[in-house]
């Protein structure tokens, strides 16, 4: 009488199952650093167009706006609610697109003629705002901090 064995062995079952370990290995932290990278983009966007309406402001009134923290405080690893009361912001006709924004937007109008924009975020939650961009009225969005991964 033959035997009729269906089914998978333990070793077959435990071969499998490293193997997704190595892959979950692998994947969960590239997925993590793109999800974050993805959140950069916020900086980008915001950052262009703020250097866009002090240079539409610059063209009536001859001169830049300094423009208040926004959202004030420290920056953290969630989303905070833009004040669209901050100084400065409505005169030059700026508002993010979303209410609530990962970074904190300034800018400082060092002379009439010039001005630098900064976002500084901390998208991983470590305690600091590590994740800095900038842009002015002589350069293009730039990232000005150091870290690359998180």
Known sequence: M?????????IELMIVVAIIGILAAVAIPNFRNYQLKSKESEAKVNLAAIA???????????????????PAGTA????????PTAAGYAAIGFAPKDSNV?????????????FTA???GNLDGSGSGDNVWSVSNTSSVSKTSAKDTF
């Open 102 to 114: 990962y970074f904190t937007y300034q800018t400082t109008a060092a002379t009439a003629i010039a």
């Open 118 to 120: 900064t976002a500084t």
């Open 52 to 70: 866009v309406a002090q240079e539409a402001y610059f063209a009536e009134y001859d001169g830049y706006v300094t423009l208040a923290a926004n």
């Open 76 to 83: 953290s690893g969630a989303k905070r609610t833009w004040s």
């Open 2 to 10: 033959m035997k009729n064995n269906k089914g998978f062995t333990l």
